[in-house]
Nanobody, 115 residues
Framework: QVQLVESGGGLVQPGGSLRLSCAAS????????MGWYRQAPGKQRELVAVIISGGSTDIAESVKGRFTISRDSAKNTVYLQMNSLKPEDTAVYYCKVDRRGVVYWGQGTQVTVSS
């Protein structure tokens, strides 16, 4: 089992920044990918960014140039740095971990971008 604890969400004005963190614990060896998804009201959950164990990343076009994903392997933590936030970035952000074909989800953290 893998346990995920997310933090860093909140209310921010347009143009502002937030950093989300997701700390993994438990059976953390052999994690192949860590990433972030988001789900806005009335919409499907969508990929925001993912980082593979080798270090390569995939970023959604809608956030490319504004969001950055990184991983601290020593802390088993993945980060999502979000800059130049827009109202359309408002959503619940979920951390996702893939380990040996099993997917684990965090509880979600709310990000609200509003003036």
């Amino acid at each position: 089992q893998v346990q995920l604890v997310e933090s860093g969400g909140g209310l921010v004005q347009p143009g502002g920044s937030l950093r989300l963190s997701c700390a993994a614990s438990g059976r953390i060896f052999s994690i192949s990918a860590m990433g972030w998804y988001r789900q806005a009201p009335g919409k499907q959950r969508e990929l925001v960014a993912v980082i593979i164990s080798g270090g390569s990343t995939d970023i959604a076009e809608s956030v490319k140039g504004r969001f950055t994903i990184s991983r601290d392997s020593a802390k088993n933590t993945v980060y999502l740095q979000m800059n130049s936030l827009k109202p359309e970035d408002t959503a619940v952000y979920y951390c996702k971990v893939d380990r040996r074909g099993v997917v684990y989800w965090g509880q979600g953290t709310q990000v609200t971008v509003s003036s």
